[in-house]
């Protein structure tokens, strides 16, 4: 009876064994947040790291046109406002100047009903050219604000029709040359492979062992030999596929080859 014990010994305090594949840490389904014609998507780029080329363009001619006219419309609108302020200035001095000589003349005795009303009607002129600049300049200052937002939005545009993830890894290109890519067309599924992710699903009991040791504070052997990694992320609900397991995962750098299945254990 002894020797049986000790036999089933070493299988009962050895660890469990985990399989997972080597995963890059991110991938994502790249989508178009504008509409236009497909001029360029470059088949040769997928299964390569990219660079800071756009690996797929949209017809933005149009687009550079618009906002060449929107910042030329916009200096104007600038220049004309510089102008109106300078001429304002003036108009205030003016008014100021106006008022003063009909208050006086309107206390003056000895003036006729016909001086007092023709200062006050230049007064009134003056204050109304004064009032309808102020205005022109209320309306070339708004004028100015929605030029500017158009033109920040073209910009936008032209640069989200400009696709280019340097140092991404495109697995996958999903559209040609000629289609036309409206917003939320899927375009490409790239990965980060700067780093890697093992993901694998723990029991209950692995959590944490008859000693009371958690398995976050275990090695990490990986195909048998030691490692420094450590779990990264431990989920504390369990997993919705997995039902009975809890979902944990290890970062670390791409080492292995991406896709390769390897062991792991925690001792």
Known sequence: MNKYLL???PLILSAK???AKVEPIETATIKSSVSGIVIRADQEAEGTVLGTEAFVQIDDALDHDNLKDTEASLKLMQE???????ILSGLKDSLARQKGFYERMNGLETASQTQKDNAYNTYIGAKNQYLGTREKIISLQKTILDLS??????????????????GKY???LMVHTGE?????LP???VNDVTRAQLIVYLDRDELKDAEGKAITDKTIYINGTPTQLHIDRLWKVADTQYISSYKARIVMLPT??????????FK
């Open 170 to 172: 495109l697995y996958r």
């Open 187 to 189: 375009v490409a599924t």
């Open 80 to 86: 004309s406002l510089s102008i109106n302020q300078e």
């Open 17 to 19: 064994v985990h399989y």
């Open 7 to 9: 036999l089933l010994l």
């Open 256 to 265: 292995y080859p991406f896709s390769q299945l390897v062991k792991i254990e």
């Open 180 to 184: 036309f890519a409206a917003p939320g």
């Open 149 to 166: 937002y158009k033109a920040a939005t073209l910009k936008d545009v032209i640069a989200k029709k400009h696709i280019a993830l340097p």
